[in-house]
């Protein structure tokens, strides 16, 4: 036990002495003994006292005291450390407790930043340990049977809320002194109804805006603050938003009103929730029904079941106190089975949303964005809010009025995903967490660690193994490192790894050199022929004459635009581009990427609608197309920009954009629309060619031939390389080294892609993939079956997987729960690799294209069970 203040004497206390006299009982561990070993105060005053007071209602325990108590408490045989000592104090201690590999259980809010929140989930995870938050207001009966009749659907969707409180009980006057001075109640105080608004409602934290007032209890240009107005706004999952204010205040000593004020009131579309204490019950209004069939009091016998926090479902209001619960998971995870069970009961238990330190983000958030604009405050710049930076894991302070915005003390940096029984893993994630900005790659809540690969498999540093079905984003079709690839890359580069010592040249190997800027090699030479050979050897690449090497897909698609562009200069040329498509993040790429609502908007681009609701679920993609809205916005846009229109640009389907794969009428259209009128027509099959459609490339599938098809991913199978490629014609409108960089047509990709064409045209891999397609077909259709997946969408290998919101979860939530729960398994050696969810809910099935088909099939099975418990949990 860490701090013996008056929140040991409230609950700590009445737990540890009833368990020393009757211990606890679990059907999960049978009797477990429990007893108070080490305590660590300042100075050991209050322990002493305790120890002489308490003989024989607990066992004799050790005092330690400052300095460094923690470390000589740690140095007690504990299992368990907690924690009830004034906030700012939380964080060392805390880091102190899991660094020595022991459970810890800390008083709200857990800490006062999202940096040290990081860092206890990273260390909690690495020493395989629980770390867990108390928010004893999620139990008070009042608040249960608010919650039950959430989760129930008896109060729909909540619209607003309002807390006034005034805290704390009657103490003494220099007790009151120490524990006020340079905070504010708000954070001390306010935080159960942060936590409680966070876990009953749920939704995503979108805003927090705080005044404060000072002089009563400490100066008037002090750090201490004797009331906080909060407000929070939430969104959730069908675009509405909720606003909730809470008004918090300390009672001092000298004006104790006899009573602990507080009132919570909840207004929803059907209903109004008001909880009073001093009228020592709640008043609840719910349209259509009778105050006889809703008794509210505490004590009321008709209130039927309780939802308890952790889940389960209870008779009694009062519920089991949150500090026995936390030590029945503890010893859960310790005795509640076969010691190779441990990991997964400890992920059972870290899954408690109501408790775990890793569901205490959004209110920490809350606190950390209170204390910055009260810091803001205090300084002389009041009115600030802070907004919530999700995919970032950040915050981001700014002031109503300034264009520009002003960060936080925290720096944003990529958050650190932790996952239980994975200590090697979380190492890596957290040392890359510190030396790798947040925008270096995609936010994935699994964020897999890999060792090793090899076919349609990753598997961890701790042994554990993925099935892929996300082929590296698209780029690895023939599977990872196949071995006859390797093999001709390694010949096409003129090196023998069984040999390359008989070639070495001292300390070199003679053989291609990896780069070859400003020069030129056969490799180079036979890549572009195979290549042009192979496109026009398919239906619809008569125009592919010369090829324009890139490192990246976006690279390629800049160059395919500086070509176009080219060709019209000086003419103020204007560019069309899909709403929704992605074609890179950057320049051009990133200028025909996105909306008319973009911001930063390339003033050359204007942007064409592409179909969606026609093409949401497979079912729908032998229906006929309605073309005629489609022609109307291109005539409007022929009549307003004329010969100013220089080309047009899209993806076959939209990946990132969530999944959507048109009938082949819309893009025929778009092609005769650029041939009429003399628009390049641009084709952007990075993430389609390749066979991950069904057809060698994607413009042979939807009956087109493009001016320029642009081709990457798996045209290295993992080597970096792309490529435009189109007419003589359109290329000779660039000058001489326009085009040119570094990496562009180097030996290794050149090998790469003559390999990569070697195995399509000599292994069966398309006739492999057409059976793979039915089997991914028929298995995500399945997954319509469960409520928490609306639409499936796709063709060939390459699949959108669309989430919906469940109970309080956001379609958000669900996806990348899904998303976390794959990567975890489902307990029978099935785990599966998935990216992050695409347009916000959509998560992308495209493994490789040589995945054994029974394989395939036990892995989707075993998604469908997944995502069921997935549902099961979150309703």
Request: glycine share 10%; hydrophobic share 40%.
């Amino acid at each position: 036990m860490v701090g013996m203040g008056m929140i040991f004497d409230e609950t700590y206390r009445p737990m540890f002495e009833a368990a020393h006299a009757r211990g606890l009982y679990d059907p999960a561990f049978g009797v477990c003994d429990v007893e108070l070993a080490a305590v660590a105060s300042r100075t050991g005053t209050r322990a002493e006292t305790y120890a002489k007071t308490a003989a024989g209602r607990v066992g004799q325990f050790r005092s330690v005291k400052e300095p460094n108590a923690i470390g000589q408490l740690l140095e007690s045989d504990v299992d368990f450390v907690c924690i009830a000592t004034p906030d700012d104090r939380h964080f060392e201690s805390c880091k102190a407790v899991l660094s020595a590999g022991k459970h810890l259980l800390v008083e709200k809010p857990s800490v006062l930043s999202l940096a040290e929140l990081d860092e206890l989930q990273r260390l909690a995870g690495e020493q395989g340990v629980l770390a867990k938050v108390v928010y004893h207001k999620l139990l008070d009966p009042d608040h249960k049977k608010l919650r039950t009749l959430v989760v129930d659907g008896e109060l729909e969707h909540v619209n607003s809320g309002y807390c006034s409180l005034l805290e704390p009980k009657m103490i003494s006057g220099s007790q009151f002194s120490e524990w006020i001075t340079g905070r504010n109640p708000g954070t001390y105080v306010a935080v159960h109804y942060i936590k409680l608004i966070d876990f009953t409602f749920g939704g995503q934290l979108k805003s927090v805006s705080c005044t404060g007032q000072r002089g009563l209890v400490g100066p008037s240009d002090g750090t201490t603050w004797d009331s906080t107005q909060l407000r929070m706004v939430y969104t959730y999952g069908d675009g509405r938003e909720a606003a909730f204010d809470i008004h918090t205040s300390w009672v001092t000593p000298d004006n104790f009103p006899g009573y602990v004020e507080q009132e919570v009131q909840f207004r929803f579309d059907n209903g109004l929730w008001n909880g009073h204490a001093r009228k020592r019950g709640v008043e609840v209004t719910i349209e259509g029904r009778t105050p006889l069939e809703r008794k509210n009091s505490m004590n009321n016998h008709y209130n039927g079941q309780f939802a308890e926090p952790w889940g389960s479902r209870s008779q009694r209001g009062y519920g089991i106190e949150v500090i026995e619960r936390f030590v029945r998971e503890v010893a859960t995870v310790e005795f509640g089975g076969p010691s190779e069970q441990r990991d997964e009961r400890l992920r059972q238990m870290a899954d408690l949303a109501y408790n775990d330190i890793s569901a205490d983000r959004q209110t920490v958030a809350t606190v950390h964005a209170m204390e910055a604009i009260l810091e803001r405050h205090a300084a002389g710049s009041p009115n600030c809010v802070v907004d919530v930076n999700h995919e970032a894991g950040g915050l981001v302070l700014w002031r109503p009025g300034e264009f520009k915005r002003m960060s936080t003390t925290e720096k944003e940096k990529t958050q650190a995903i932790e996952h239980p029984g994975e200590s090697q893993s979380n190492a890596i994630r957290a040392r890359l967490a510190q030396v790798e900005p947040v925008a270096q790659r995609t936010y994935t809540p699994s964020l897999a660690v890999l060792a090793k690969s090899a076919g349609s498999y990753h598997w961890t540093p701790e042994g554990r193994k993925l099935a892929d079905f996300t082929s590296g984003v698209l780029v690895a079709n023939l599977g990872h490192n196949p071995a006859e690839w390797w093999r001709r890359a390694w010949s096409y580069l003129g090196i023998d790894p069984k040999a390359s010592q008989d070639k070495a040249e001292g300390d070199f190997i003679t053989a291609l050199p990896l780069t070859a800027y400003n020069a030129v090699t056969e490799l180079e030479t036979q890549a572009c022929e195979r290549l042009l050979a192979n496109l026009q050897s398919q239906p619809g690449g008569g125009r592919c004459e010369q090829v324009l090497w890139a490192a990246s897909g976006s690279e390629a698609i800049q160059k395919a635009l500086w070509a176009a562009l080219d060709r019209h200069a000086g003419d103020d040329p204007i560019v069309l581009a899909t709403r929704r498509g992605f074609h890179g993040k950057k320049g051009l790429a990133g200028a025909v990427t996105g909306s008319e609502t973009d911001s930063d908007r390339d003033s050359r681009v204007r942007f064409i609608s592409f179909p969606t609701e026609e093409c949401i679920s497979v079912e729908r993609r032998s229906e006929p197309i309605d073309l005629a809205p489609y022609e109307a916005e291109l005539e409007s846009l022929l009549k307003e920009y004329g010969s100013r229109l220089s080309a047009l640009i899209t993806e076959p389907y939209l990946g990132g954009g969530g999944s959507f794969h048109p009938q082949p009428e819309y893009l025929q259209l778009l092609q005769r629309f650029c041939r009429e009128h003399d628009l390049v027509f641009i084709l952007d099959e990075v993430q389609a060619n390749f066979g991950r459609t069904g057809s060698m490339y994607a413009f042979t599938h939807y009956g087109i031939e493009p001016d320029v098809v642009v081709l990457g991913k798996g045209l290295g199978n993992g080597v970096p390389v792309s490529a435009a490629v189109g007419p003589a014609s359109l290329f000779a409108h660039m000058h001489y080294g326009e085009a040119s960089d570094t990496w562009s047509a180097n030996p290794l990709a050149s090998a790469a892609v003559l390999a990569t064409l070697d195995a399509f045209e000599s292994e069966g891999v398309l006739d492999q993939a057409e059976g793979l397609a039915k089997i991914i077909e028929r298995g995500l259709l399945n997954l319509t079956e469960l409520d928490v997946v609306s639409h499936v969408r796709g063709e060939g290998t390459v699949w959108g997987v669309e989430c919906t919101g469940v109970g309080s979860h956001t379609a958000a939530e669900v996806a990348n729960a899904c998303v976390e729960a794959c990567y975890l398994g489902d307990g029978q050696g099935h785990a599966i690799h998935l990216l992050g969810p695409l347009a916000g809910c959509v998560l992308r099935v495209s493994p490789p294209l040589t995945m054994a088909h029974d394989e395939a099939e036990a892995y989707l099975a075993a998604m469908y069970e997944i995502f069921a418990q997935v549902e099961k949990r979150l309703k």
